[in-house]
């Protein structure tokens, strides 16, 4: 692996996650540390659940290090494996069920997983390919021949806890990427990193008897940046299994929850559910919102209508620069990302790899406490993801455009790969797509670059119209361009049922671009 060596912030992470989570059981073993569904689970009982994995894990010859899998929806037998196999020593490899069959085999062979768990909705996912693997199989909740059933291997595991010493500098998970081709890539985080991130625990309030409500997948870096705080602070995690947004406000209401992290797309159903203000929200005190922007206008109406405060991160998976924006205490500033977060540095560089002025717009890199060890067993793209300041120091280079106004405030422009680059001018597709949502008859809306043969490639949008709305789309892209400057202006307009989103709510711009570049020269 390629040495990263990120900055100490305050006082270096001494304590493993799985240390604490032990010691949490032994403090209080009647409080409820994990709520799903009609599963209540103790901290004494959620312990010895975990010590039954480890002891599994390690029955079957797992060493040190080794990856195991899960393909499962979120439920309580997904957060016992979880901490269950960190307990053994293993790294934690959490599969996508939104990835192709291909994509998962890819990601098996190349972590060489020791072993998986796999959820009923996602046997047949698998069945093409995994029977035919190397890899221990069980299946955590039906009878299948070709899987170990996982209840009862574990019904018979020892209960005691097997105290495998684990060093921060261990592997802790290894998350792959949303991509559905080429090579997978994986995020490979160690102890050390999640444990710096516990330095958030007590100013978030997780070890004052919280009641953190989840409703994004559990393999993703936006869910886990929330399920491990909670439990290291010994509180309690409450896991929906999917989220809608009807029951997510019963829940709240129900389980007085102090806590949850949230996708800008479930704050938008959310806030748009029609009996919204005749539910009890009162017992909520923080909101969280990360993996992509939450529009000025969302957190303008959850500020106004949804009790607690509201604090957006912004960061990616691999780690890095992190800002935080609490929305509000900074009302005039919900347009932007938020400030560095303590510990952090941001640079803005050009296409040369240059730092650009302030108030220019470049390509996001960024230094912090949480730096991940590497994309796993690949140090060519490890490589390809630094960029090294004055002093040789290593920051990651995020991908994402944007400046800092004159307060220190982040402006997210776009994605790097998103931009349009039009007649040798760079379009933000963001730029446009916050002039479209301002249009009363549009309530979704993504913009794309698509073929042109005089400018190479133009913007195009696609919008999700509002109900009832009777305006023609020639209307609303006139009414668009006469507020955007002459080369930014859209070539097109399309309506959709709905924009293809992934589970933590982005909107799959390449999924959207696919048709219009199919036949396109190369």
Not at 378 to 395: A, P, Q, S
Request: net charge negative.
């Amino acid at each position: 692996m390629i040495p990263i060596h990120p900055p100490s912030s305050g006082t270096p992470p001494r304590r493993s996650i799985v240390a604490q989570i032990r010691d949490n059981a032994a403090a209080h073993p009647d409080k409820l540390a994990l709520v799903c569904g009609q599963t209540r689970l103790t901290w004494a009982a959620f312990d010895e659940r975990i010590n039954r994995v480890a002891n599994l894990l390690l029955a079957e010859g797992m060493a040190k290090g080794d990856r195991i899998a899960i393909l499962s929806p979120n439920s309580a037998e997904y957060a016992v494996l979880f901490m269950g196999i960190l307990r053994a020593g293993g790294c934690v490899t959490p599969l996508s069920p939104m990835a192709s069959p291909e994509a998962l085999q890819k990601m098996l062979e190349d972590c060489a997983a020791r072993a998986i768990f796999v959820a009923d909705p996602y046997l047949e996912l698998v069945a093409g390919f995994l029977p035919q693997m190397p890899i221990t199989r069980y299946a955590m909740d039906v009878s299948d021949p070709a899987y170990l059933p996982m209840t009862e291997a574990l019904n018979a595991a020892p209960a005691t806890d097997p105290m495998v010493p684990i060093d921060l500098h261990d592997a802790f998970n290894l998350i792959y990427s949303s991509g559905t081709t080429g090579t997978p890539k994986g995020i490979l985080h160690d102890h050390w990193m999640r444990a710096a991130q516990m330095d958030r625990v007590t100013p978030n309030g997780y070890d004052d008897n919280a009641r953190t409500l989840i409703s994004t997948p559990l393999y993703s870096n936006t869910t886990i940046v929330s399920f491990i705080p909670t439990l290291f602070g010994g509180s309690t995690v409450h896991l929906m299994a999917k989220f809608d947004a009807r029951a997510y406000l019963g829940i709240v209401q129900a389980e007085r929850i102090t806590h949850t992290m949230l996708v800008p797309v479930q704050y938008k159903r959310i806030m748009e559910v029609p009996d919204f203000d005749q539910f009890d929200l009162s017992s909520m005190r923080v909101k969280f919102s990360t993996s992509a922007p939450l529009r000025a206008d969302v957190k303008a109406d959850v500020l106004a209508r949804f009790p607690g405060k509201l604090v957006e991160y912004y960061g990616s998976t691999e780690g890095g620069g992190v800002t935080v924006l609490v929305a509000d205490e900074y009302p005039d500033k919900l347009h932007t990302v938020g400030k560095l977060a303590p510990g952090n540095d941001i640079r803005l560089i050009d296409a040369e790899g240059q730092e650009v002025p302030p108030g220019q717009v470049g390509e996001i890199c960024g230094r912090g406490p949480t730096m991940m060890a590497g994309y796993f067993g690949r140090d060519d793209l490890t490589r390809d993801y630094l960029w090294h300041n004055e002093k040789g120091e290593v920051y990651f280079r995020s991908g994402d455009m944007g400046h800092f106004d004159a307060d220190g405030f982040l402006i997210l422009s776009d994605r790097k790969k998103d931009m349009i680059i039009s007649g040798g001018m760079n379009i933000y597709a963001n730029d446009l797509e916050l002039v479209l949502l301002a249009d009363p008859d549009v309530t979704d809306a993504a913009v794309i670059g698509v073929p042109s043969d005089a400018w190479g490639e133009t913007p195009y949008g696609l919008i999700v119209l509002r109900q009832g709305a009777s305006r023609s789309l020639e209307e609303i892209r006139a009414a668009a361009n006469d507020r955007l400057g002459k080369s930014q202006r859209l070539s097109g307009l399309e309506a959709r049922d709905m924009l293809p989103r992934s589970p933590i709510g982005k909107i799959l711009k390449r999924e959207l671009r696919a048709p219009f570049w199919a036949d396109a020269p190369s």
